[in-house]
Nanobody, 127 residues
Framework: VQLQASGGGLVQAGGSLRLSCATS????????MGWFRQAPGKEREFVAA????????YYADSVKGRFTISRDNAQNTVYLQMNSLKPEDTAVYYC?????????????????????WGQGTQVTVSS
């Protein structure tokens, strides 16, 4: 399973970015997906998750109301739309996929529940 994240960059506070994660190597629509981030000197933390059918999503409190996770199963891609960005959102963002199947509306939220990781894309928010 390969995951390729893209879309990061430098943006001013209050701005927006859209991250993409293209996947290959298995049936994308069969698995939930997630986004995590890691800031310098900090542990990797959960950001958002989406069920395999896209019908259920879950967000960390720190991004709720500002970020939106979505997926296009025809394109084997998961997205993270980030609005109203803050300097504290600065981090390397990683997409992740589990190796276990879940129900149609279920997802994982813990780092140890994910088995495959993209290479990460840097997001820097200036004040």
């Amino acid at each position: 399973v390969q995951l390729q994240a893209s879309g990061g960059g430098l943006v001013q506070a209050g701005g927006s970015l859209r991250l993409s994660c293209a996947t290959s190597g298995r049936t994308f629509s069969s698995y939930a997906m997630g986004w995590f981030r890691q800031a310098p000197g900090k542990e990797r933390e959960f950001v958002a998750a989406i069920s395999r059918n896209g019908g259920s999503t879950y967000y960390a409190d720190s991004v709720k109301g500002r970020f939106t996770i979505s997926r296009d199963n025809a394109q084997n891609t998961v997205y993270l739309q980030m609005n109203s960005l803050k300097p504290e959102d600065t981090a390397v963002y990683y997409c992740a996929a589990p190796n276990r199947l879940l129900g149609s509306n279920s997802y994982y939220t813990r780092r140890d529940q994910y088995d495959f990781w993209g290479q990460g894309t840097q997001v820097t928010v200036s004040s």
